[in-house]
């Protein structure tokens, strides 16, 4: 039960509140709307005149072909990232719950990627999938595979899925061993006396215990591989080759720092803020109605 | 229906030895309590026959065949569990279906089933119900039914009454046994609670630190329990027990305060001198002028009777049940010596006329 404080007047409360009120505005509504401005605006290429264009920017985008595949590539990227680290966290999870030796040390050793800054992790993967110097880059050319991610497209975007990925595993699987402890072992022992073998206790019974964490875990990977993988695809690609791993998040980026694009730019940041909130609106809608067994 | 049969079943956990070599034969369709405090063993052995624990040593044979080896799924067992460890995703229906969708049983067959053990325990109207939106004694009985629908060999129960409330489990302890005597399944109950013991087993396997202190019928245990450690925790309020010497040259027993109580079944072996307990269950002793004289500590009235805990003169710590209100001071009791137990001071074991 939380405890109710009662302030007298009404003056301390919005005292203690202002701080946190003036961080939200000044650095979320006031760039916020700042973004929702300029994405109806369009500025000439020297910044000397700008024009209210209303919703142009928005139907310019929707009918651009490369801001097209971009969404494509964030289908694929998002939904690839999601189940790459759902399904290996889960998989590390379970074995990890069990009772083996020295499973304390596996636990901390699984947790520690979610402590590498995204550009080391990926200057990391760069040096295992580096065509010429990398660890998995030769091995690949030892064997006669075509390996440089540099020119190959496919090659780029599996690479990036699975450096996102990796940094995502390890808060999962805190979440999905959380999730395993929390099963009592009285009902896998129920299952067992059943008559379920392993593989049918984890898919009849453990499965759908876990099916509210891994729901949640699947918004929270949705919205990182969205927002939070800027930092891996700028070092490991920078959206190349061609666009081949160029994201929306990515491409706000490249128009509007790079290509200075300020009324696109604006207007797919808008984008990504509704899907955002989108995400986190489902988000709490579930946590709402969360089910308690 | 199967015989069980426990032979020489040792566990230790690392260097921590819990069990020390059991021994149990439990006929078919017979109804079997393992009694015991906490830390006893009793629950290891359960897991131990579930096959949920592996023996160090000794072998678990159900219907005269070895399943030591076998996992739990391949004993054809079935268990309730002290927290019922239903399958909180799942229905009602489910819960007792799951054990036979795994075993392939056609669902016609399923449906009649899980129908029929649900109005054996008439639990038929919350089939639909989710575990969560069950009391604890519906929970209780989806566990039972659990256990019923499969027609195992052997009924295993891990103190599955202990959850419930005190009316509850009185209720319930005489449903499990119509029931398991209606259906003849060859059952192991595990129990810390004696009078649970006493009603529900045909017999009884008091343990004591991981050894069976003495297994016989209830009306055996009661009436010749075979050491201290069994006396004092089969019965409530527990029995009495007086240091004592032989006297007589065994035909009777001296305490310290001098009384002579001479033996009515015959003199025991050890003569004179001999130190031996005395035990005397509460309700065996009566007020008599020829006793021994009690201040009495605390006086529990129940009605129809009432319970004295009470000191001797050396202060020794006695405990009588005594017909009518709260008796007055001073007390003067006396005990049934017919039945009066003879343990041996050193061990503790019975000791019977020679």
């Given at each position: 039960m939380r405890k109710k404080v009662i302030f007298r007047g009404a003056a301390l409360p919005y005292l203690l509140l202002l701080p946190q009120m003036a961080v939200t505005l000044v650095f979320f509504f006031w760039p916020a709307g700042m973004a929702v401005w300029q994405s109806a605006q369009r500025e000439d290429a020297f910044g000397l005149s700008t024009e209210f264009v209303w919703f142009e920017n928005f139907s310019d985008l929707f009918h651009d072909p490369i801001y097209l595949n971009a969404a494509w590539n964030t289908v694929i990227f998002s939904t690839s990232v999601a189940a790459l680290a759902l399904g290996a966290a889960l998989f590390l999870a379970v074995q990890a719950d069990?009772?083996?030796?020295?499973s304390g040390l596996y636990k901390t050793l699984l947790i520690w990627?979610?402590?590498?800054a995204p550009a080391l992790a990926a200057v990391l993967w760069l040096f295992i999938f580096h065509?010429?110097?990398?660890l998995v880059g030769r091995a690949f050319a030892a064997i006669g595979v075509d390996w440089d991610y540099r020119v190959n497209g496919g090659q780029a975007m599996a690479m990036v899925i699975i450096a996102a990925a990796w940094k995502q595993v390890s808060y999962n699987f805190i979440f999905f061993l959380a999730g395993l402890q929390s099963i009592p072992a009285s009902v896998l022992e129920a299952a067992a006396i059943d008559g379920a073998r392993p593989m049918r206790r984890f898919w009849t019974v453990v499965f759908p215990l876990l099916s509210p964490t891994a729901f949640f875990l699947l918004v929270v990977n949705l919205v990182y591989a969205f927002f939070d993988t800027f930092g891996v695809i700028h070092a490991l690609?920078?959206?190349?080759?061609?666009?081949?791993?160029?994201?929306l998040i990515y491409k706000v980026y490249v128009d509007?720092?790079?290509?200075?694009n300020f009324g696109s730019s604006a207007a797919q940041s808008v984008v990504l803020m509704i899907i955002v909130i989108g995400l986190t609106a489902i988000q709490f809608r579930y946590i709402e109605r969360r089910v308690h067994y | 229906m199967a015989s069980l049969d426990i032979q020489g079943v040792t566990k230790s956990f690392g260097a921590t030895r819990v069990l020390h070599g059991i021994d149990l034969a439990i006929h078919d369709g017979e109804m079997v309590v393992i009694v015991g405090a906490?830390?006893?063993?009793k629950s290891t052995l359960l897991r131990i026959v579930a096959g949920l624990e592996t023996s160090t040593s000794g072998a678990v044979l159900i219907d005269k065949v070895?399943?030591?080896?076998?996992?739990p799924a391949d004993r054809d067992i079935a268990m309730v569990f002290q927290t019922y460890a239903?399958?909180?995703?799942?229905?009602v229906f489910d819960n007792m279906a799951y054990g036979l969708k795994i075993r392939r049983v056609p669902k016609p067959e399923i449906r009649r089933r899980v129908q029929e053990a649900a109005d054996l325990l008439s639990?038929?109207?919350?089939?639909?119900?989710?575990?969560?939106?069950?009391s604890g004694g519906q929970r209780q009985r989806v566990a039972m039914g659990r256990a019923i629908v499969r027609e195992p060999k052997l009924f295993l129960f891990d103190?599955?009454?202990?959850?419930?409330d005190a009316k509850l489990r009185v209720q319930m302890r005489a449903e499990i046994r119509s029931l398991q005597k209606r259906l003849a399944v060859t059952s192991l109950f595990v129990t810390h609670d004696q009078v649970e013991a006493m009603t529900l087993g045909d017999r009884l396997v008091v343990m004591n630190e991981g050894r069976a202190a003495q297994i016989g019928t209830p009306m055996e245990v009661w009436s010749r329990p075979a050491d201290t450690y069994v006396a004092s925790f089969i019965g409530s309020p527990a029995m009495n027990m007086l240091p004592a010497t032989l006297a007589e040259g065994g035909a009777a027993a001296r305490l310290a305060d001098g009384t002579v109580w001479r033996f009515t079944d015959g003199a025991r072996p050890g003569g004179e001198g001999r130190a031996v307990i005395l035990g005397i269950r509460p309700e065996h002793l009566m007020p008599d002028a020829a006793g021994l004289a009690v201040t009495i500590d605390l006086a529990e009235p129940l009605g129809s009777e009432t319970v004295v805990h009470g000191r001797l003169r050396d202060g020794t710590a006695l405990t009588a049940r005594l017909p009518g209100g709260i008796p007055q001071e001073p007390l003067i009791l006396a005990p049934d010596l017919a039945a009066l137990h003879v343990f041996d001071a050193a061990d503790g074991k019975r000791l019977d006329p020679a």
């Open positions: 069990k009772q083996i030796r020295g990627p979610y402590a590498v065509p010429s110097i990398g690609t920078r959206g190349g080759p061609g666009n081949a791993t160029e994201t509007g720092v790079q290509n200075l | 906490s830390g006893c063993g070895d399943v030591t080896p076998l996992e239903l399958y909180p995703h799942m229905t639990i038929g109207q919350l089939l639909d119900r989710k575990p969560r939106q069950l103190e599955p009454l202990s959850n419930l």
